[in-house]
């Protein structure tokens, strides 16, 4: 029994139906999935949202890393962020506290939420925070300033060519979501 130009055309129209829903899937699916890739690798500068443990390694006094800060505001949001000091050095191993500057220069209160990442992507592995503001929402009242800690360490086991690392956090209001 042959086809008649009608059933193929249909047949044609489904399998295009159904690539269509399956591409938009797979569209969805995308950025979920990235975040685990990039999570599990360290690419694309993902650093943990959650406490390192304390270094145990030891410190390895023979070299020097460079750490910078930078701030990002996301559009729209009405605050002034900025590290405290824009880059130290450290040993690999050896624990350090720097602070960053808050104002909420609105009217109205604001919760904020830092989200770091850092750069080269391969060093994310190796930058260990132990205390960061970024672990939690920062709800700053009208005109209200802070000061926002980050303790961390540089694994000792970061890779020999490796000695600058950029940490940028890039400052987002999250209140309708929290609010909600």
Same mark, same amino acid.
């Given at each position: 029994?042959?086809?008649?130009?009608?059933?193929?055309?249909?047949?044609?129209?489904?399998?295009?139906?159904?690539?269509?829903?399956?591409?938009?899937?797979?569209?969805?699916?995308?950025?979920?999935?990235?975040?685990?890739?990039? &999570?599990?690798?360290?690419?694309?500068?993902?650093?943990?949202?959650?406490?390192?443990?304390?270094?145990?390694?030891? @410190? &390895?006094?023979?070299?020097?890393?460079?750490?910078?800060?930078?701030?990002?505001?996301?559009?729209?949001?009405?605050?002034?962020? /900025?590290?405290?000091?824009?880059?130290?050095?450290?040993?690999?191993?050896?624990?350090?506290?720097?602070?960053?500057?808050?104002?909420?220069?609105?009217?109205?209160?604001?919760?904020?939420?830092? @989200?770091?990442?850092?750069?080269?992507?391969?060093?994310?592995?190796?930058?260990?925070?132990?205390?960061?503001?970024?672990?939690?929402?920062?709800?700053?009242?009208?005109?209200? &300033?802070?000061?926002?800690? !980050?303790?961390?360490?540089? &694994?000792?086991?970061?890779? /020999?060519?490796?000695?600058? !690392?950029? !940490?940028?956090?890039?400052?987002?209001?999250?209140?309708?979501?929290?609010?909600?």
């Amino acid at each position: 029994m042959t086809k008649t130009p009608d059933q193929n055309v249909q047949k044609t129209v489904k399998k295009l139906v159904l690539v269509v829903f399956a591409m938009f899937g797979f569209g969805f699916a995308m950025v979920p999935l990235y975040d685990v890739f990039c &999570d599990i690798t360290g690419l694309n500068g993902k650093t943990a949202n959650t406490a390192a443990q304390v270094n145990d390694k030891g @410190v &390895d006094e023979s070299r020097i890393v460079t750490v910078q800060f930078i701030s990002h505001l996301s559009k729209g949001i009405p605050w002034q962020f /900025e590290p405290m000091v824009r880059e130290i050095k450290v040993h690999p191993g050896e624990m350090k506290l720097v602070k960053f500057y808050a104002k909420n220069e609105s009217s109205k209160d604001i919760i904020g939420q830092a @989200v770091p990442s850092v750069s080269p992507g391969q060093a994310a592995l190796y930058f260990q925070k132990i205390e960061c503001f970024c672990f939690n929402h920062q709800p700053l009242k009208a005109r209200e &300033d802070v000061e926002m800690a !980050l303790q961390f360490y540089v &694994d000792p086991e970061l890779p /020999e060519h490796i000695s600058t !690392l950029t !940490l940028s956090y890039t400052l987002y209001d999250v209140t309708e979501s929290v609010e909600s």
